[in-house]
């Protein structure tokens, strides 16, 4: 596989690994979210411990108001942060 592929199927992967932990196995309810977040991104969000601060990404997120996040929402939010990522970088 190439490097775009095994990172595509590792998105795949994490989505999945933390979706499948309760109620709906294909989308992220905030408890899942949270998870993900502090264990997959918490060294570029910083210690999200602020329950406010996960209410409002999870809104943020949660674009068809379903109250759970699906894979394209989260997908969303991956491709947001790696755009942030990739102008900090360019500004080194
Ligand atoms: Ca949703």
């Known amino acids: 596989m190439s490097e775009?592929?095994?990172a595509m199927a590792m998105l795949i992967r994490v989505f999945h690994k933390y979706s499948g932990k309760e109620g709906q196995k294909t989308t992220l309810s905030k408890g899942?979210?949270?998870e993900l977040l502090t264990n997959e991104l918490g060294d570029i969000l910083g210690k999200s411990n602020d329950k406010?601060?996960?209410d409002k990404i999870f809104k943020d997120?949660?674009?068809n108001t379903d109250g759970t996040v699906d894979f394209q929402e989260y997908i969303t939010l991956v491709a947001?942060?790696?755009?942030?990522?990739?102008e900090f970088f360019q500004e080194q």
């Open 4 to 6: 775009t592929q095994q």
């Open 32 to 34: 899942e979210l949270k």
């Open 52 to 54: 406010t601060a996960v």
């Open 61 to 63: 997120l949660d674009a």
């Open 80 to 86: 947001c942060i790696t755009m942030l990522c990739n």
